[in-house]
């Protein structure tokens, strides 16, 4: 019973054991698990503690990979008293008091480490709050998020405090964790190797969630090791981590427009499962994929978003799961296809160029004249019908009067867009012909 219960309770009853993540909580810096680059001598967090000349600091990562673990051992190596608060559950009377009590332990000379959770729950007030208690070192800020801090803090706090990026960790940082869990509990975990690596998939980087996996296979009566069959039917896979409105969202979107705009089918459906996995809205995903045929692959393929607007359409029709498939028809047919964003640029030029000129009115003999004052005002005077010139092209002049002719769409040697180049340097020695 030693691995249930540790302690008798005051009545006598067997107290239940600490968990698990609690019992091999590292008791140094040295002994975290991942994290190299950060805790590392040549790392932000290293190279303060090697200085001595720890500042208030913004952790930035995913759940499960050390936050709390590191800010309680930055704590424990500087000297310095470690207070936790929660964004979450913590408002203006709870910060006075930690502020309070932090300016009487100055008093006594003793600093105080603030770890704050989920810090970008707080507001603009409360987050302005911490600033004079930084300033005169009356705390030392360590916060904590799993939201971009560039979005959801103020500049102010920012300014102040440097912002360190925890990863989630690798399958060999997993694994390490996963034999210093054995090591606690005095015996392996009763699985074959298929399965073992099968749980720390499951645990997605997360390593809180390995050793609440742990725990669970380590409690089971078992006559011999599992396969990863066996495994998956006790165990529900953890839904993977992902924010259809945070940074999960915008990352994995930024992942399939890139995978598709490089010309990689096979990543950009992976991409592409990954977000319908998490429970990503197909139809943000179909707007998303028209907007790439039409910045990506352009006039290139012009069929590229016939392609993509049919399979909205049938996404529509037949819902999911089956419309799922149009979509991921249309993610391959425009990772395949030739790519130009020569239209997307040139529109970008024009409104450019739009803006710089103003109001610059038409030359006259492109104006329409159905008043006898317009055509005595010269409207539609000259205007050389097209139809009517040779090769029904006149090379008129179709901008301001003033303005000097740009060059704003500027074809790629690359699918359709090859002809369209060859039809656009024509008309260009054509117009310089008419033109002298």
């Known amino acids: 019973m030693a691995d249930l219960f540790d302690i008798a309770g005051k009545d006598g009853a067997p107290a239940p054991a600490r968990p698990l993540a609690d019992r091999i909580r590292p008791r140094t810096l040295d002994e975290v698990i991942g994290q190299e680059k950060v805790l590392g001598p040549e790392g932000p967090l290293g190279a303060m503690l090697t200085a001595g000349s720890l500042s208030s600091v913004i952790f930035w990562g995913p759940p499960g990979v050390g936050k709390t673990t590191i800010a309680r051992l930055l704590a424990a190596a500087t000297d310095r008293e470690f207070v936790q608060i929660s964004a979450i559950f913590s408002g203006v009377p709870e910060l006075r008091k930690v502020f309070d009590a932090a300016k009487l332990r100055a008093r006594q000379g003793r600093g105080t480490l603030l770890f704050v959770d989920e810090i970008h729950r707080f507001n603009k007030a409360q987050q302005d709050s911490f600033l004079p208690h930084m300033e005169d070192g009356t705390i030392l800020l360590v916060g904590a998020t799993t939201e971009n801090p560039s979005f959801e803090l103020n500049a102010a706090v920012l300014s102040r405090a440097q912002v360190i990026v925890l990863t989630r960790l690798t399958l060999a940082e997993l694994e390490r964790l996963a034999q210093r869990a054995e090591k606690e509990l005095n015996r392996a975990l009763p699985l074959r190797p298929e399965a073992r690596e099968a749980l720390l998939e499951m645990a997605d980087g997360d390593g809180r969630a390995l050793l609440n996996l742990v725990e669970q296979v380590a409690a089971w009566k078992v006559d011999g090791p599992l396969d990863r069959d066996q495994l998956s039917q006790r165990l529900m896979r953890r839904a993977a981590k992902y924010d259809k409105s945070g940074d999960e969202h915008y990352n994995l979107i930024s992942a399939l427009h890139k995978s598709v705009r490089g010309s990689d089918p096979d990543a950009a459906l992976y991409w592409l499962a990954r977000m319908l996995e998490g429970g990503e809205d197909p139809r943000f995903l179909a707007r998303r994929i028209t907007r790439m045929s039409v910045e990506d692959i352009g006039l290139a393929d012009p069929q590229a ?16 799961p089956e419309g799922e498939l149009a979509l991921a028809q249309a993610v391959i047919y425009l990772a395949l296809a030739p790519k130009s964003n020569a239209a997307y640029t040139a529109y970008k ?6 803006r710089r000129t103003g109001s610059e009115p038409p030359p006259k003999h492109i104006l329409n004249a159905p008043t006898r004052l317009m055509k005595d005002e010269g409207y539609g005077a000259g205007y050389a019908y097209d139809h009517d010139a040779e090769d029904g092209f006149s090379g008129q002049n179709y901008f301001p009067e003033t303005m000097r002719r740009p060059v704003l769409y500027q074809p790629v040697e690359r699918g359709f867009e090859r002809d369209l180049k060859k039809r656009v340097e024509w008309f260009a020695k054509l117009r310089d012909k008419r033109q002298t």
């Open 349 to 354: 030029a024009a409104r450019a160029e739009a």
């Open 305 to 320: 978003q016939t392609i993509c607007l049919h399979a909205w359409e049938v996404y529509e029709r037949l819902g999911t």
